[in-house]
């Protein structure tokens, strides 16, 4: 569970973007503005980030506020999990990241592991749609909805890309350290249910 200031900071910054966007009069305006500001420094305090450095990453998007998506891509090879280290913090993850604007969801996740792996491959089958809230990720800044999607490959070769160090394949019971931002053992583990059932459902939230 993320802390209640960051819950409340990010349903104010919400409530602002909102009215921000569909609001018309100028005294509205000023008022949605000042609980913006609110918003950034709340999370400003809290973190020691500089209140302009805050606005820009948390408070810069403009229309109604959605949860942002973030696809992560499930290889299988021997029975062992394709995973990539990460540069930005030297542990491992599913190769994905964001969406992409004017790619589908299987399309991200096809490039991403092009990307970050050298690996070409082929989306198969969706295996979870995950609240980020309800699993144990560090606290975030943007509500995040993670797509988990199975993938297999049809050719290229490990190579490391610009934002990852490392290429390898894990057995369930040898993971390496993970990345918990990007994915938690259980979703880990979850996949692996996919590769040994392929009949297991899809899993939400």
Same mark, same amino acid.
């Given at each position: 569970?993320?802390?209640?200031?960051?819950?409340?900071?990010?349903?104010?910054?919400?409530?602002?973007?909102?009215?921000?966007?569909?609001?018309?009069?100028?005294?509205?305006?000023?008022?949605?503005?000042? +609980?913006?500001? +609110?918003?950034?420094?709340?999370?400003?305090?809290?973190?020691?980030?500089?209140?302009?450095?805050?606005?820009?990453? #948390?408070?810069?998007?403009t229309g109604y506020a959605t949860p942002k998506i973030d696809?992560?891509?499930?290889?299988?090879?021997?029975?062992? +999990?394709?995973?990539?280290?990460?540069?930005?913090?030297?542990?491992?993850?599913?190769?994905?990241?964001?969406?992409d604007i004017g790619l589908s969801p299987s399309e991200v996740?096809?490039?991403?592991?092009?990307?970050?792996?050298?690996?070409?491959?082929?989306?198969?089958?969706?295996?979870?749609?995950?609240?980020?809230? #309800?699993?144990?990720?560090?606290?975030?800044?943007?509500?995040?909805?993670?797509?988990?999607?199975?993938?297999?490959?049809?050719?290229?070769?490990?190579?490391?890309?610009?934002?990852?160090?490392?290429?390898?394949? #894990?057995?369930?019971?040898?993971?390496?350290?993970?990345?918990?931002?990007?994915?938690?053992?259980?979703?880990?583990?979850?996949? #692996?249910?996919?590769?040994?059932?392929?009949?297991?459902?899809?899993?939400?939230?």
């Amino acid at each position: 569970m993320e802390p209640k200031w960051l819950e409340w900071a990010k349903q104010l910054q919400s409530i602002a973007q909102a009215g921000l966007t569909y609001s018309k009069d100028k005294y509205d305006l000023e008022r949605f503005e000042m +609980i913006r500001d +609110i918003s950034v420094e709340m999370l400003s305090l809290q973190t020691d980030i500089d209140k302009t450095i805050v606005k820009e990453l #948390f408070a810069n998007e403009t229309g109604y506020a959605t949860p942002k998506i973030d696809v992560r891509a499930v290889v299988f090879k021997n029975n062992k +999990i394709l995973m990539v280290k990460e540069e930005a913090d030297g542990v491992w993850a599913l190769p994905g990241g964001w969406g992409d604007i004017g790619l589908s969801p299987s399309e991200v996740a096809v490039k991403e592991v092009q990307e970050e792996s050298g690996y070409d491959v082929k989306a198969i089958k969706l295996i979870g749609l995950l609240d980020k809230n #309800f699993h144990p990720h560090p606290s975030s800044a943007y509500h995040v909805y993670k797509v988990f999607i199975q993938c297999e490959i049809t050719g290229g070769e490990p190579k490391t890309g610009i934002e990852t160090s490392a290429v390898g394949f #894990f057995a369930e019971n040898e993971l390496p350290e993970l990345s918990v931002a990007r994915n938690t053992e259980s979703q880990i583990q979850l996949a #692996f249910k996919h590769l040994h059932n392929p009949k297991e459902p899809v899993y939400f939230d």
